[in-house]
């Protein structure tokens, strides 16, 4: 074998057929998590996130395969980018694969079908294990179809036992680089999106007693993010940030593993979150860095407001469609809407771009007891807009709307007269906002009361309703529909 190499490498120095170089690495290097120097997440509102983490390798000079651990298991391949921080072109990555064929029992015996593995089953007699040789011949269902000697037989009761772990089977997902590397020791920076992560906001607004003669109270409000980690992965002192927005994905996010949280994982943190603009969206970082850990559900205050005003209304809709026929009585007891304003702004003690979420609304009973009144969905919400919360509908406020009178101008055109009889119930006075959605071209004719034109389509009453007592409002609209 020496004469062999040391021809070859004459034949080289004469100017014949240079050395081939081999196919494969040279080297091969595994990188886990104790390896980080940092990580960055920043979590989006649809499910998915953004990891970048920098580790030390020690990668020698040459080509090695790297087998980078600790990754999400729902990595998005085709995102991964990975790059040197060292100055020049001291890295060349060849390829790039993702290896998720995970070890387990059924993946083990799969690997081994039309192969001989050993048996071993305990002789209480003897005490003492029993060796038998078995081929695999199927595995469906994590039932094994073996060969036992001359004998085909399933489920036999055994110890299983293996020569080896196939090569491309690995105990936890991996991203894996083919490189070229000039420099032994580097730092790498690893960026991918992952499904599994996932947060939203959740507030909770308490309330006091209104002011005396008006609809308007004084509340606290503390919002909080909720952060889902569904990686498998736990990413520990990461810097954290929250985009809030619509973010445009051309691959729809997936949706088939369900959440699962661990229900003493949750973490009330009283810290509050920078908020930034950012493109078309708002960003929100964390002001320290936070452990995500596998299957946690954790909860991270986001803001606090104090002494806010928030507005009581009283809201009873009609519909489109009672004016384009003859109806009489439309409705009988109809409930009210309960809503609650609140105006975004500085001047209200807010004035914080809020994400989209769930506002639970509680307020104090006269034992001092806080009781839950209701909750609502708001979407994303800039500084400087009204939040209408909707607390569900007023027991002791009730309406009647019917029609008095229709009458058919034309072929286009239609007249319709109404009585809204609205009863409150309440031993003190209320107001209550009646809305009236209408189409086609229309013109309020006479009313009891003044009307507002809130668009196009919608005109507005205020009637103010004494208590345990009634107020009606009659009014006649025409409408041209063609």
């Given at each position: 074998?020496?004469?062999?190499?040391?021809?070859?490498?004459?034949?080289?120095?004469?100017?014949?057929t240079?050395?081939?170089?081999?196919?494969?690495?040279s080297?091969?290097?595994?990188?886990?998590?104790?390896?980080?120097?940092?990580?960055?997440?920043?979590?989006?509102?649809?499910?998915?996130?953004?990891?970048?983490?920098?580790?030390?390798?020690?990668?020698?000079?040459?080509?090695?395969?790297?087998?980078?651990?600790?990754?999400?298991?729902?990595?998005?391949?085709?995102?991964?980018?990975?790059?040197?921080?060292?100055?020049?072109?001291?890295?060349?990555?060849?390829?790039?694969?993702?290896?998720?064929?995970?070890?387990?029992?059924?993946?083990?015996?799969?690997?081994?079908?039309?192969?001989?593995?050993?048996?071993?089953?305990?002789?209480?007699?003897?005490?003492?294990?029993?060796?038998?040789?078995?081929?695999?011949?199927?595995?469906?269902?994590?039932?094994?179809?073996?060969?036992?000697?001359?004998?085909?037989?399933?489920?036999?009761?055994?110890?299983?036992?293996?020569?080896?772990?196939?090569?491309?089977?690995?105990?936890?997902?991996?991203?894996?680089?083919?490189?070229?590397?000039?420099?032994?020791?580097?730092?790498?920076e690893?960026?991918?999106?992952?499904?599994?992560f996932?947060?939203?906001?959740?507030?909770?607004?308490?309330?006091?007693?209104e002011?005396?003669?008006?609809?308007?109270?004084?509340?606290?409000?503390?919002?909080?993010?909720?952060?889902?980690?569904?990686?498998?992965?736990?990413?520990?002192?990461?810097?954290?940030?929250?985009?809030?927005g619509?973010?445009?994905?051309?691959?729809?996010?997936?949706?088939?593993?369900?959440?699962?949280?661990?229900?003493?994982?949750?973490?009330?943190?009283?810290?509050q979150?920078?908020?930034?603009?950012?493109?078309?969206?708002?960003?929100?970082?964390l002001?320290?860095?936070?452990?995500?850990?596998?299957?946690?559900?954790?909860?991270v205050?986001?803001?606090?407001?104090?002494?806010?005003?928030?507005?009581?209304?009283?809201?009873?809709?009609?519909?489109?469609?009672?004016?384009?026929?003859?109806?009489?009585?439309?409705?009988?007891?109809?409930?009210?809407?309960?809503?609650?304003?609140?105006?975004?702004?500085?001047?209200?003690h807010?004035?914080?771009?809020?994400?989209?979420?769930?506002?639970?609304?509680?307020?104090?009973?006269?034992?001092?007891?806080?009781?839950?009144?209701?909750?609502?969905?708001?979407?994303?919400?800039?500084?400087?807009?009204?939040?209408?919360?909707?607390?569900?509908?007023?027991?002791?406020?009730?309406?009647?709307?019917?029609q008095?009178?229709?009458?058919?101008?034309?072929?286009?055109?239609?007249?319709?007269?109404?009585?809204?009889?609205?009863?409150?119930?309440?031993?003190?006075?209320?107001?209550?906002?009646?809305?009236?959605?209408?189409?086609?071209?229309?013109?309020?004719?006479?009313?009891?009361?003044?009307?507002?034109?809130?668009?196009?389509?919608?005109?507005?009453?205020?009637?103010?309703?004494?208590?345990?007592?009634?107020?009606?409002?009659?009014?006649?609209?025409?409408?041209?529909?063609?």
């Amino acid at each position: 074998m020496s004469r062999f190499l040391v021809v070859i490498g004459l034949l080289g120095a004469c100017g014949g057929t240079p050395p081939l170089k081999t196919a494969g690495p040279s080297l091969s290097r595994i990188s886990r998590s104790d390896a980080r120097k940092t990580v960055a997440i920043t979590v989006y509102n649809d499910g998915f996130g953004l990891v970048r983490e920098v580790r030390d390798v020690d990668l020698g000079v040459g080509r090695v395969s790297l087998e980078f651990r600790d990754v999400s298991s729902r990595v998005e391949p085709n995102t991964v980018h990975v790059r040197s921080l060292a100055k020049g072109h001291t890295l060349s990555v060849l390829e790039q694969n993702y290896r998720y064929d995970l070890l387990s029992p059924e993946k083990l015996l799969q690997k081994y079908e039309g192969k001989t593995i050993k048996l071993y089953r305990w002789n209480k007699e003897t005490g003492k294990d029993e060796e038998y040789d078995a081929e695999v011949l199927s595995v469906n269902d994590n039932q094994p179809v073996l060969k036992v000697g001359n004998e085909v037989t399933y489920g036999f009761p055994a110890r299983y036992a293996f020569p080896e772990v196939p090569k491309n089977l690995i105990a936890e997902p991996s991203l894996v680089w083919l490189l070229d590397s000039e420099e032994p020791k580097q730092s790498l920076e690893v960026t991918y999106l992952t499904q599994g992560f996932g947060w939203s906001a959740d507030y909770i607004l308490t309330v006091g007693d209104e002011a005396q003669g008006t609809a308007v109270s004084s509340a606290d409000l503390v919002g909080w993010v909720t952060l889902q980690n569904n990686t498998s992965t736990t990413y520990e002192n990461a810097q954290l940030k929250l985009v809030a927005g619509n973010v445009q994905r051309i691959v729809p996010p997936d949706t088939t593993t369900a959440y699962m949280f661990t229900d003493d994982a949750a973490e009330r943190e009283q810290k509050q979150f920078k908020e930034e603009s950012f493109f078309e969206y708002h960003l929100y970082t964390l002001d320290r860095p936070t452990s995500l850990l596998s299957n946690e559900q954790k909860q991270v205050t986001l803001l606090e407001g104090h002494g806010i005003q928030v507005r009581r209304e009283l809201i009873f809709y009609g519909a489109s469609y009672y004016y384009r026929g003859s109806y009489g009585q439309v409705v009988s007891n109809q409930k009210v809407g309960v809503y609650l304003e609140i105006k975004n702004d500085e001047q209200n003690h807010l004035g914080m771009p809020l994400p989209k979420g769930t506002v639970r609304v509680y307020k104090a009973d006269k034992t001092g007891a806080s009781q839950f009144i209701g909750e609502d969905a708001i979407d994303h919400t800039p500084r400087d807009e009204k939040l209408r919360i909707k607390m569900g509908e007023s027991f002791d406020v009730v309406g009647d709307r019917k029609q008095t009178d229709f009458k058919s101008i034309s072929s286009c055109v239609d007249e319709t007269s109404w009585e809204i009889s609205l009863r409150n119930h309440k031993d003190t006075a209320d107001e209550i906002l009646v809305y009236e959605p209408i189409e086609g071209d229309w013109q309020v004719l006479s009313s009891s009361l003044p009307y507002d034109k809130k668009d196009a389509h919608t005109f507005t009453f205020l009637a103010k309703v004494p208590g345990r007592g009634e107020t009606k409002i009659t009014y006649r609209v025409r409408v041209k529909w063609c």
